[in-house]
């Protein structure tokens, strides 16, 4: 895999923390939201599987107060139509205390609206859109970076370690790809870079070979692409078939091997570039659980682990005076943040 992966490093301060009020004994609902299918299902299986395991780890060790996790899995297939519907579902039928999810920005957009209203804790292990955090939503959480910290190190990247003078922005039109792409362009017209076009494709489509060529005729250096795996691949193929030589940087939408896939193989990702956070992989905690996933017939990518330390950190008692902010109002047990 000839893919290169550009690390960002992501400080993120999480306080919140879910504490049992009632002393009965009974199952701990964690929803865990997002595409489990579609062409974005990869994503949804992978962190899953993190979540999953951290559940099996917590309940192993005895739980949370002696009371056990149980998942509940909603499917948005990364559609905000979708998301609300799954939001709405795991508020009102399955009662969850908290969720881990949605992935792409545009599901946890209006899905929050939906848990912030309930008083249920979301932490998203995946949606990096900035307005996801600026809407004073007090038991919404995120655990990645932010598209305006991508934009400013992959500009920086593509001016100084690729020495570009002409740049292509496109995007999907989706709230994540184009939030990113306009992140990266407004982060290289401050560096007083001026992209040679800015168009977006639509998300579900393959073929971009009429797109392609108008990018030939320019000659960029870079191709920048707000967007994830399942266009990304198509698009980066058509470009070296018509023979556009431009290296091509992306986001942390096209981290996963289906994205070799999705461009026909590894001879058609040689200049490739993405923006991500540190490989939670190479952890040297994480090496019992890279194992654990491995021994079970599993190879994780980085996705499996996104979910899992906030999750822990969403579930792990703490001996710290709990302030209640509000009863959720599906009835689950209450939220508290720690102050």
């Not at 504490?19 to 009965?24: F, G």
């Not at 899953?48 to 192993?60: E, V």
């Not at 949605?102 to 008083?119: L, N």
């Amino acid at each position: 895999m000839s893919v290169k992966v550009i690390k960002f490093p992501i400080k993120l301060v999480m306080a919140g923390c879910l504490m049992t009020a009632l002393s009965a004994h009974a199952d701990i609902k964690i929803g865990v939201a997002g595409p489990f299918s579609g062409p974005n299902a990869t994503y949804g299986a992978q962190y899953w599987k993190g979540a999953s395991q951290a559940a099996a780890d917590i309940n192993a060790a005895g739980g949370i107060n002696g009371e056990k996790i149980v998942l509940v899995q909603g499917d948005d297939a990364c559609e905000p139509k979708q998301a609300v519907s799954v939001a709405n579902r795991l508020v009102d039928q399955d009662k969850v205390n908290a969720v881990v999810g949605h992935f792409c920005s545009s599901s946890t957009m209006p899905a929050s609206e939906v848990y912030d209203e309930a008083g249920v804790l979301a932490i998203t292990p995946g949606s990096t859109n900035p307005k996801i955090t600026e809407r004073g939503m007090k038991t919404l959480f995120r655990m990645c970076g932010r598209d305006d910290q991508q934009g400013a190190i992959a500009a920086d990247f593509i001016l100084d370690k690729l020495k570009a003078k002409k740049v292509v922005v496109i995007h999907d039109k989706d709230t994540y790809g184009q939030g990113l792409a306009d992140a990266t362009k407004a982060a290289l017209e401050k560096r007083g870079v001026k992209e040679a076009m800015y168009e977006g494709l639509s998300r579900g489509e393959k073929d971009f070979n009429a797109l392609v060529t108008k990018i030939g005729q320019l000659k960029p250096d870079v191709v920048y692409f707000g967007g994830c795996h399942p266009e990304a691949g198509p698009l980066v193929r058509q470009m070296r078939e018509q023979g556009v030589k431009a290296d091509f940087f992306s986001g942390d939408c096209i981290v996963t091997e289906e994205m070799v896939t999705a461009a026909g193989g590894p001879q058609y990702t040689k200049g490739v570039y993405m923006t991500f956070g540190n490989d939670p992989r190479q952890i040297a905690d994480g090496k019992a659980v890279i194992e654990k996933f491995r021994a079970g017939g599993f190879e994780p990518e980085a996705i499996p682990f996104t979910p899992m330390p906030r999750f822990r950190r969403l579930l792990l008692p703490t001996k710290a005076p709990a302030r209640i902010t509000k009863k959720p109002a599906n009835g689950s047990k209450p939220i508290a943040l720690i102050p």
